[in-house]
């Protein structure tokens, strides 16, 4: 088959705009928990957040509203947690995962401020401009281990999935956002950062979000965001 008939043929089995996945659940070790028991519901259905300057980027748009009645889930430094989707990634992109401390209890912490650090990213892997894979495609969740000097307290968990396909104009980088909350036992004394603040963390311009992702294939890709703190 023509690569031109493949591309025609998986676009008609992929849904356009009907059904977006969302990252609903929290994932503690190996069990997927109730959808939207420990992730703040949003109001905005199957859409992504594309102003990177919007409050909507931090945790999605109307999920503020749903945080008192989120629950926030017990787990402990060096555990597995992540976030589970209610239906495979089909978009190419990149995942990244931050968490913020709050102040007092996760239910009534906005995520305002420069409290946000990277602990978990899936990046893009790239073959000098032969290929470039994205290992996120396809996945239903992403997790990681908690780093042990991750100090002890309330944070909101935050999975961002940055699809990529029309990202060749500015504003064209779609983000699939859910925040968590998760209370961390027995921490350590570890400093995450570096620290950004939600939005304010991207301006739309990195070299891994106004990308043209298919002609030139890219040779390099840069995963935005700051470095991952890994305890
Ligand atoms: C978390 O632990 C606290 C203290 O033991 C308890 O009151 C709370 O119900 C627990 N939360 C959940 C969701 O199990
Ligand atoms: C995801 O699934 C598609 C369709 O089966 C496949 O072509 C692609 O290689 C998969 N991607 C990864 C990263 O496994
Ligand atoms: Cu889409």
């Known amino acids: 088959m023509k690569l031109s008939t493949i591309l025609y043929l998986s676009a008609l089995l992929i849904p356009a705009v009907s059904a977006h996945y969302r990252w609903t659940s929290l994932v503690e070790g190996s069990t997927v928990t ?9 109001t905005n259905y199957n859409s992504p957040v594309t102003d990177v300057t919007s409050d909507d980027l931090r945790c999605n748009t109307g999920s503020w509203a ?14 597995v947690v992540g976030l589970a989707l209610d239906q495979a990634i089909y978009h190419q992109g ?39 894979t994205w290992p996120d495609d ?9 780093p042990s000097s991750l100090p002890s307290g309330q944070y909101l968990l935050r999975a961002e999935q ?8 500015f504003g064209g980088a779609q983000f699939y956002i859910s925040c968590a909350q998760i209370n961390v036992a027995n921490g350590g004394n570890g400093t995450p950062g570096p620290l950004v603040s939600i939005p304010g963390v991207y301006t739309g311009n990195e070299p891994g979000i106004l990308i043209n992702i298919y002609d030139p294939i ?14």
């Open 162 to 169: 940055i699809a990529l396909h029309v990202a060749q104009s």
């Open 218 to 231: 890219p040779a390099t890709y840069t995963q935005p965001g700051p470095a991952v703190w890994s305890g």
């Open 66 to 79: 749903s945080a008192a009645t989120t629950q926030t889930a017990n787990v402990t430094a060096g555990s």
């Open 34 to 42: 109730t959808a939207y028991e420990f992730v703040r519901q949003n």
């Open 94 to 132: 990149v995942v990244n995962i931050y968490m913020a401390k709050a102040p007092g209890s996760a239910s009534e912490f906005d995520g305002s401020g420069d409290v946000w650090f990277k602990v978990h990213e899936i990046s893009a892997i790239t073959d000098g401009g032969q290929s470039i």
């Open 138 to 146: 396809n996945l239903t969740q992403v997790t990681f281990t908690l």
